[in-house]
């Protein structure tokens, strides 16, 4: 057989996860960067599963949505500073909400290809700490200013500068391409699908509830390391019922007809970091380590969010999904009645109900309330943007192996641009 010719792909362990607690933006995380954040949950995986050694990691793979450019290369910054193998290759990537999620598959790939025994993944995001740029005008005055060939030619290129050019450029929660915000794009797709308050209210309360319920029983014990101060997520809140999250005004959708969208019932800005470590079977076993679950597929698909049916609510920002898990169960020969567990990012509690509503139109069966979000979501945890996926994939797989059985987890994870990334856990 030629070297080149297609090998057999191996099954993909998750082994374990760390995570620091999530923090509300400008409270207990405020000062900490992304790198120490991404450290901090990095060194709790190391300890956790006995990592220290040199070359105990093939590869470490992670990213961050906001991004100073200091960080340009943060993945290997971060192995530089944690107790992880200096000699450990790191990579950065980004794909909005859905690179945490994309980090895992990442990683997976070059183990199920035979090209590492093992990897880290993650991410990590703080709206606290958002990179403050240049003013664009000023910039331009810079640059003209650097580029004269004479003192006389630079001090005339400064002279032009005014108040107004230091005004900085504040990162926005906007698509470049339609000037709307994530929440503003959410409360378009809620009302094309008909999404009630209540159900959205019911959602969030629930998420909480489970979320409380899941630390009660120590499920978060060896996935959440703590982190100046913090040892659970800030933004839990154990008291929300429905009926406190009714009496919340409305801050997305203003503009239309009875808006439905509170802070309640959306994520908020959210500072933190998470990692997955992934691994062969072969590696695993000759660690003494138990797999928590095998990722077994995944699937990305993309929206046309400016020009397509986006009155309809069948390409709203946050709508990719819908088309990704058909597509991915099709391939896999699966129906959602065969999933055990199902984890849907709460970006709003509109956007997991109209996903839900979609699934069905394509012709999925009814999603089991009762499997969906078992332990609470970015409704209650928060929403660090890169971290997300890499939190889903461990809480997941530690729900599965929970369970002393077969069982298969689905993961859809929505973001940004238009896209969505999932994916599938399976314990055997």
């Not at 077969?406 to 238009?418: D, E, F, K, N, Q």
Request: contains cysteine; hydrophobic residues 45%; neutral net charge.
């Amino acid at each position: 057989m030629s070297p080149l010719a297609a090998q057999p792909t191996r099954r993909v362990a998750v082994i374990g996860g760390a995570r620091v607690p999530f923090a509300r933006s400008d409270g207990p995380y405020a000062t900490a960067s992304n790198q120490e954040m991404l450290t901090a949950a990095l060194d709790g995986l190391v300890a956790r599963h006995g990592l220290q050694e040199p070359g105990a990691v093939g590869e470490f793979v992670a990213g961050a949505v906001l991004k100073h450019s200091r960080d340009f290369n943060l993945a290997r910054e971060t192995v530089l500073g944690s107790a992880l193998d200096p000699r450990t290759p790191a990579y950065d990537i980004q794909q909005a909400c859905g690179t945490g999620l994309q980090a895992v598959i990442a990683a997976a790939n070059k183990i199920a290809l035979g090209q590492t025994e093992s990897a880290v993944a993650g991410g990590a995001d703080t709206a606290s700490d958002a990179p403050l740029g240049v003013n664009d005008r000023l910039r331009r005055l810079l640059l003209e200013a650097r580029r004269a060939k004479s003192l006389g030619g630079r001090a005339k290129a400064l002279a032009k500068i005014r108040p107004g050019h230091l005004v900085p450029d504040i990162p926005r929660n906007a698509e470049p391409r339609t000037g709307l915000s994530m929440g503003e794009h959410a409360a378009v797709t809620a009302r094309a699908w008909g999404i009630a308050r209540k159900d959205q209210d019911e959602l969030a309360a629930t998420s909480h509830r489970r979320l409380a319920a899941a630390y009660e029983r120590g499920l978060f014990r060896d996935l959440v390391v703590p982190f100046r101060g913090l040892a659970r997520d800030q933004n839990l809140r154990p008291g929300s019922t429905v009926e406190k999250l009714a009496a919340l005004k409305p801050v997305f959708g203003l503009s239309g007809a009875e808006p439905t969208m509170t802070a309640g019932n959306s994520t908020p800005l959210t500072d933190g970091a998470a990692t997955v470590l992934l691994a062969s079977e072969e590696w695993a076993e000759a660690r003494g380590l138990e797999p928590l679950a095998y990722l077994t597929a995944y699937e990305t698909a993309a929206v046309d969010f400016v020009g397509g049916d986006v009155a309809g609510g069948e390409d709203g920002l946050l709508m990719a999904p819908a088309y990704a898990v058909p597509r991915m169960l099709e391939r896999a020969g699966l129906g959602i009645e065969d999933f055990d567990l199902v984890e849907i990012h709460e970006a709003f509690a509109s956007q997991v109900l109209a996903t839900l509503a979609a699934w069905e139109k394509r012709g999925l069966a009814p999603v089991d309330r009762a499997r969906l979000n078992a332990a609470g979501s970015s409704l209650a945890t928060g929403h660090p943007f890169a971290a997300t996926g890499a939190r889903v994939v461990a809480t997941l797989a530690t729900l599965l192996a929970e369970r002393e059985g077969p069982g298969r987890g689905l993961i859809s994870v929505c973001a940004a641009g238009g896209q969505g990334v999932t994916a599938i856990l399976e314990r055997t």
